[in-house]
């Protein structure tokens, strides 16, 4: 990790007011986020922060500093983003789930290219993994863990596997309180081949065990978008990802269930494989688009 990296870590501890809010926004783990802390108060030769168990508070010399950090990040990115500019040109072409990209890649390549005018961007809207290599594509969204690979890969964030229903629909169906009772409601699938769907949980809350609960879908669909909107009308129990169904949740038309037996959050990374010839495309929109989805993400929906 170099200075640059630690002051941006440390601007965000100072921003988000939590050592653990701030590895969640950047992508880091906690233990990176303390090196991060320890090797400026090193370099500095004063504590910059005050930890005890639960909070921490700034010191005055850590005001001082994280206010230095802050001017140096800001004219090195005005100073990056002025020269990647004039150089900047060819095209980038990006794969994510249809969902995901429509909430939350294309206000991305949007902004991405308001900033470079030289640069075309292709957006597939694709719900299968792709063969970068083999279909020509520079990056992709993988919503998953990652098996070993040539490519290179940036977590930015994680996603988690609801279980949600409308207030109408729980009107009329007492809410299920283990998994095994959703044998006895109505499911919304997405699975087009058949009835049947196997839904996982953990055994518990603080349980690493899963189990599978083998659910008959009343209605089943090829589309999350109308899965999640059958169910706000009360059609049944969906399973969407946390970040589809953010404002239903917000708003209350969907209300979270099981949550204690939910699985393990589903990491998202940016996957890609510069190619020679793109003018430097594909590493600027990396650029761009990694920090912007990392405080998407930072600011997602936690429950």
Known sequence: MDRLEAMSIFVAIVDT????????????????????VARLEASA???????????????EAGARHA???????????????????????????????????????????????AAHPHVQVRVLLL??????????????V?????????????????VRRLTCAAPAYLAQHPPPEHPSDLLEHWCIGLNEAGAQELWRYREGASARRVRSVRVTCRLALNSA?????????????????????ERQIADGSLVPLLQDYEPEPIPVHLVFQPRRGSGGAVRAFIDHAVPRLRRAFGGSLRL
């Open 17 to 36: 007011g939590s050592l653990a809010a701030a590895a969640r926004k950047l992508g880091y783990s906690p233990a990176s986020v303390t090196r991060a």
């Open 45 to 59: 030769g004063e504590r910059l922060l005050v930890r005890t168990t639960r909070r921490f508070s700034v010191t």
């Open 67 to 113: 206010a230095t950090y802050r001017l140096i990040l800001e004219e090195l990115a005005h100073l990056e983003t002025r020269s990647r500019d004039i150089a900047i040109s060819g095209s980038v072409v990006v794969t994510t789930p249809e969902l995901f990209g429509r909430l939350n890649v294309m206000p991305v390549v949007e902004s991405f290219l």
């Open 127 to 140: 719900n299968r993994m792709v063969d970068l290599t083999g279909e020509g594509v520079d990056v992709a």
């Open 142 to 158: 993988r919503l998953a863990d990652l098996p070993d690979s040539s490519m290179t890969a940036v977590r930015i964030g994680e």
């Open 225 to 245: 978008a109308a899965a999640i909107e059958a169910a706000e009308r009360g059609m049944g129990i969906v399973r969407p990802l946390s970040y589809q169904v």
